[in-house]
């Protein structure tokens, strides 16, 4: 593919005709957006596989990581990536590597988020560039103004849309419901800009203030239709899938769970006097971290000198939850660790007694994953975050509310108690762990990126069933 930081070049594979210079993007009476028609390129060849994500730093998440973590494999198969992202700093790994390659859009930060918004500058020279000289693959990592980007470049160019559904976007909305107006007037926006002549209508656009919930409505309509778009949804599990089918039941829905490896050995810290409860993950409030220290405070009740030990950046947090972390942190037995790299984490897993884990809004939790391979017992008040739980071998789960929770943390203390049960739990831990290693995701998208490619229909997980429980989202939404 060519350098896409450059202007657009002519294509010069066999097989296809030369696209005419695009006019500048400066010039809006005539600015159109060419088509691409040319034939499939042949298997034997390297692809170009493009990944498109409104979450890559500055923050580190689970999203993040999971993304970087199919990039490395796509590298090491020898084939190309291209990555479509917010202009943010953040740890990127990969940066160097000459198989790679990076769009960045200009983007604003979102308060207490750690994530940056793309609100469509550049969006139509982008768009035509990409369009003029497409990848192979569309990979759309969530719904976003970067990921309704990848999805028309995927329209416009006749080129398979893989989309990866990592978000509980009702959960999401409901805890960010007073980001909803902001962000739907960015994917409206965004939408407008990415019509071929967009400049009169954008003359017209009038923004009003949406209803109460509006906003979100909106937004989830927009995730519906490109669900029902895309050639394929991948959910990294069975909860998402579920959840997509809610949301679209037209969808094509397949679980490929992010995978995890054993993370670099450290040093683990000192112990002190009482047992280690561990959190590690972004601190902010879908992750019900209010709910913990609830629990917490009744386990100090009888267990004086117990610790939780926190790993992650409080500091950019909302404000309520980020004043009572560090009250927490001055009287209650709280540990506020910060920010630490990926590669030191082992230091923490490796010095708890168990990882709790308190959110309900996860869809897979890949530090469940990296603290089960690290041999840790597991708290949790989601039973749909199954993939490495094992109820009472290696896990008890909790119903969401502080008495519960803090029951079934002093269960699990006493149980640890029992020298056997410990070590059965350590190694049941490690075993459902690494079932889900990097590894087996990479290859299951590779398989899939090359199907599509080949026209080759990809087996979905038909043992699906939307929750009939839920609202079925079907059809329009207003």
């Known amino acids: 593919m060519a350098d896409l930081e450059s202007a657009p070049v ?24 060419p088509r691409v028609t040319d034939v499939a390129p042949q298997p034997s060849r390297p692809l170009t596989i493009a990944q498109f994500t409104d979450n890559y730093g500055p923050a580190p998440s689970g999203l993040l990581y999971a993304v970087q973590f199919l990039e490395r494999e796509v590298l090491k198969a020898g084939h190309r990536v291209l990555l479509v992202a917010p202009e943010a700093k953040g740890p990127n790994p990969l940066a160097d590597n000459p198989h790679r390659r990076e769009i960045r859009m200009p983007s604003v930060p979102i308060p207490g988020a750690g994530i940056r918004l793309s609100l469509g500058r550049d969006l139509e020279f982008r768009l035509a560039q990409l369009v003029a000289d497409p990848p192979d693959i569309i990979h759309v990592h969530g719904l976003g103004g970067v990921g309704l980007l990848g999805m028309w470049v995927a329209q416009r160019a006749e080129r398979p849309l893989v989309v990866t559904w990592h978000t509980d976007l009702e959960a999401y909305a409901e805890h960010y419901w007073h980001l909803g107006p902001f962000l739907n007037a960015a994917y409206r926006l965004f939408a407008m800009r990415a019509e071929s002549k967009p400049w009169a209508k954008l003359r017209k656009l009038r923004f009003k203030r949406p209803r109460r919930g509006g906003a979100q409505l909106e937004l989830l309509q927009a995730a519906s239709d490109m669900l029902t778009t895309a050639d394929l949804v991948t959910t990294p599990s069975d909860k998402t899938g579920k959840r997509v089918l809610e949301l679209a039941p037209g969808a094509k829905v397949k679980v490929v769970p992010n995978g995890a490896d054993p993370l670099p050995e450290r040093k683990p810290l000192p112990h002190g006097k009482g047992p280690r409860l ?17 629990a917490f405070e009744l386990v100090r009740d009888f267990e004086p000198n117990a610790e939780l030990m926190i790993v992650g950046d409080f500091q950019d947090t909302a404000q309520a939850l980020r004043r009572r972390l560090q009250r927490a942190a001055r009287y209650g037995g709280v540990r506020l660790v910060g920010r630490v790299p990926h590669d030191d984490l082992a230091t923490y897993y490796g010095s708890a007694d168990m990882f709790v884990f ?25 039973p749909e975050l199954n993939l490495v739980v094992d109820p009472g071998v290696n896990a008890l789960v909790a119903r969401p509310n502080m008495v519960s929770l803090s029951q079934a943390i002093m269960s699990m203390l006493r149980l640890l108690k029992d020298e056997e049960f410990a070590t059965k739990a350590a190694a049941r831990s490690r075993e459902l762990a690494g079932q889900w290693p990097i590894e087996r995701q990479a290859k299951e998208m590779l398989g899939i990126y090359t199907d599509l490619m080949a026209g080759r229909p990809v087996a979905l997980s038909d043992y699906l069933k939307p929750d009939l429980g839920r609202p079925r989202l079907s059809g329009r939404l207003h």
Do not use: M, W
């Open 358 to 382: 308190p959110s309900q809004t996860d869809t897979q939790a890949l530090v469940l994953h990296e603290a089960a391979l690290c041999g840790l017992p597991l708290v949790i008040v989601d």
């Open 10 to 33: 002519q294509r010069g594979e066999a097989g296809t005709d030369p696209v005419e210079p695009l006019p500048s993007p400066d010039d809006p009476a005539t600015f159109e957006f």
């Open 278 to 294: 561990l959190y590690v993950g972004r601190i902010s409030p879908e992750k019900n971290l209010d709910l913990l220290l609830d």
